[in-house]
């Protein structure tokens, strides 16, 4: 059984910060890719920033220079930090990983709310 357990949301200002973490748990378990979504309010759910186990990333057009997706594969976390935080930042952030012990299955946890104020 794989958990993903987000924290880090909250209620910012325009130009601010927050550090997204996601702990993802499971026995025996090897986690490949690993990484954050969101979904604001009547939107639908896109991909925010993507991490391989190796550290290769891959980051959303609108997030680029302001957010850094980071992993602690000894800890099997991640983390997204964003910076410049924008009101259309506002959405509620998934945390998003493959693993499996045999067969890769992707996992979703169950989101961490992020609201920019302006």
């Known amino acids: 059984q794989v958990q993903l357990v987000e924290s880090g949301g909250g209620l910012v200002q325009a130009g601010g910060s927050l550090r997204l973490s996601c702990a993802a748990s499971g026995s025996r378990i090897s986690f490949g890719a690993m990484g954050w979504y969101r979904q604001a309010p009547g939107k639908q759910r896109e991909l925010v920033a993507t991490i391989t186990e190796f550290g290769n990333t891959k980051y959303a057009d609108s997030v680029k220079g302001r957010f850094t997706i980071s992993r602690d594969n000894a800890k099997n976390t991640v983390y997204l930090q964003m910076n410049s935080l924008k009101p259309e930042d506002t959405a509620v952030y998934y945390c998003?990983?493959?693993?499996?012990?045999?067969?890769?299955?992707?996992?979703w946890g169950k989101g961490t709310l992020v609201t920019v104020s302006s």
């Open positions: 998003n990983a493959d693993a499996g012990v045999v067969a890769t299955i992707n996992y």
